[in-house]
C-alpha cells in the first residue's frame, strides 16, 4: 500500500490552498467547461479530497476533516479567482469597469432579469466611455470603426465567431442552428443555402402569402374601429395586434418556411394534420403557433437572463433540462417539418431553400440541421418585427405631422380607391416611408430608436486566432465582446442633433449639413457575412402594414394614455418587448 506521508496541519493547510491555486491555473489555461462533467468533478471534488487525506491525521474527528479540507480549498479557490480578475495580471485590466462586474458576471444577472439591461449599458457607457469592461472576460463597445474588424466584412476572413448565447437555441446532441455555426467555413457554406432563400425571386414568390396576411389583420382592425364599433370609442392595444401578427406570422411563417399547413389545421383534419399537430391542435381557439410561441417566450426570458452565465447554459443542454416551453416549441417544428417533407409543395418556400430540396449546392442537409433552422426560421422573425411594427406606430401617432407626410406619400402612390399599397418595388422606393422604416442604404429612425436586438450582438475572437485588435489594443481570444446597436443608434457621435428624438428628415438627404446621420453606425441587423438573412423578408412586411394602416385608418392614442409610459415599459429579453399601444382607430373610407 502507498505510504501517504504525514504532514503537519499547517502543511496540510497550505497544500490545501496549493490545490486550490493549481486547479485555477488549470481553468485559465484550458477554460474547462462546467458542461464537461467529468473534469469537473475530478477538478473541484477529487482534487480537494488529496489534502482531506493529509489533514485526517492531525483532526481528531473525518467530518471536520471534510469540511475544513473543501471549504479551505473552495474559499482559496474563490478568493485567488477574484484577485486575478481584478489583479492587473489580467490581460483586461487595461479596461475600465466597475469592480463587481469584472469579478463576475453573476451580478449582471440581477440586472438583466429587471429587463432594463440597455440602460445599465447607457449608464456604464456614460461613466466609463466608449470601451466598457462587463465582465470578467467581456467588454462592451460603442464605436463605429471597430465595427468592421469585430464583426468582419461581407467578404474575406471572419475575424470572430457569433457568441455563446447561441448555443442556446439547439438541441444537445444535434447540429446547432444556422446562427449557432461557430465554424465559420460551415457557418459560410450553409448561409449560402439560407441566402438563396432571400433572394428577390425568392421574395416575390412568397410575397402573395404575406399580402394575405396584411388583408386579414386590416380586416380585422376594420371590425373594432369608432363609428363602426357602435358608436361608442373604443380603443385597441395596437402593439397587442401587431403582436398577434407576429404570431400570426407563424402562419406566413409557416407559408414561407413550409408552404402552409397551419390553415389545413383551420379547416379541419384533412390530411392527418390534427393527427400530426397532437397537442398543439387543441388551441384551436387562437393560432396554435401562438400557444408554441407564449410557451417558448417565457423560456426566452430565461435565456436573455442566462445568456451572461453560458456555462450555466451548458450546463442546463447537459443535464439534458430543456425548458418545457421550449421543448414543446421544438417538438412542434419537428412535426411540421416532417409534414412538409412527406407532403411536399409547389412553392419554392424556405425550407425548400434550407434544406437544399433542389441541390442548388454541394451540400447534404440532415434532418437534425434542417429542423434546427425551420425552428430559427420560425422563431427568429416573430417578436422582432412585431416591435419594430409597434415602435412605428408609437412614432407615428407621437409624431401626428410625420404620419400626415406619410400618408400623402402612400396616398400619391396608391391612391385607396385604386389599390393596396403591395407593390414591393414602389414601396422600397418611397423616400418618406422608408425614411419613417428603411432608406436605402440601411438606415431608418424607428429601428434606429428601437432597434429588437438592442444590445446582445456579441461576437468571441475565432480560436488559434490569436485575438482581434479593437481601438489600436489586441483582444484576446476567448473575450466576448458586445457592439450594443441602441447605444450606437443613440450616440451623439453618429446621429445629432438629438439622438434620442424621432427625426426621420435626418435620413432624407445624407449630405444635408443640419444632421449627423452615420450610415455606419447604424446595425439594427448586423452587418457582414452573418448579419440578418432575414432583413429584406422582414422589412417587406414592415411596410406593407405600414403603409396599408396608414392609407386606411385615423389613429390616435387612446383617452388617458401617457406617451411617457412607452418607454418606460420596453424590456429586454434577448430581443426587446414593448408594453401597451392603447389607440383609438376611424375608418377613412
Ligand atoms: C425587424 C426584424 C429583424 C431584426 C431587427 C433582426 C435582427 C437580427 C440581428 C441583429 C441578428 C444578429 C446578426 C449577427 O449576429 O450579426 C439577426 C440574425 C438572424 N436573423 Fe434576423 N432580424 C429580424 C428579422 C428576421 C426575419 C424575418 C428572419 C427570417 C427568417 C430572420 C432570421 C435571422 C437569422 C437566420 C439570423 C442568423 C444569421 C446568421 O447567423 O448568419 N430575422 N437578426
Redesign the pocket.
Known sequence: MAHIPTLSLKESLLFDVFCALVVHKIYNKYEVEPANLIATFLLLAGVPALPYYLLVPCMESTVVAVLLAYALFYVSLAVSVILYRISPMHPLAMYPGPLYLKISKLFWMYHASTGKQYVLFTRLHDKYGFVVRIGPNELSIVDVESIPPI?GLRKGPLPTH?ALVWIAHGIPGTIPS??A?RDVDV?DQR?KL?NHGFTTSALKELQPAVENRVLELVDELGKRTFPKSGGREISLDLALWMSNFAMDRYDV?GDMVLSGGFSLVRKGDEGGTRALLGDFVECDSFPLHGEAYRLTYKDLRVVGVLQHTPWIIGLIHKLAAVPEGMRKFQEFAFQRYKMRRSQGTATRD?FHYITNEEGLEKIEVPTDQGMNDVL??IG??AD??ST?LAAVFFYLLSNPSVCMRLRKEVESEFPVEEREPFDAVKLARMPYLNAVMQYPPLSNEA?RLQ???ATS???CPLEGSGGVIVAGRLVPESTILYLP?YLHHRDERYFSPSPDSFIPERWLDLDNKKFTTNVAAF?????????????S???M??RMVVATIVQRFDMEFAEGYDPHKWEEDLQEFFVMKVGKLPVVLRARH
Open positions: 464583426i457569433s444556422l446562427p455555426a457557418h448561409r439560407w411563417m424556405l430559427t426560421a427568429a422573425g422582432t418585427t419594430v429601428l432597434p429588437p436586438v450582438l456579441q461576437r446597436p446595425i439594427p441587423f448586423s452587418a457582414g457575412r452573418a448579419n440578418c438573412v432575414g432583413k423578408l422582414a422589412l412586411e414592415i
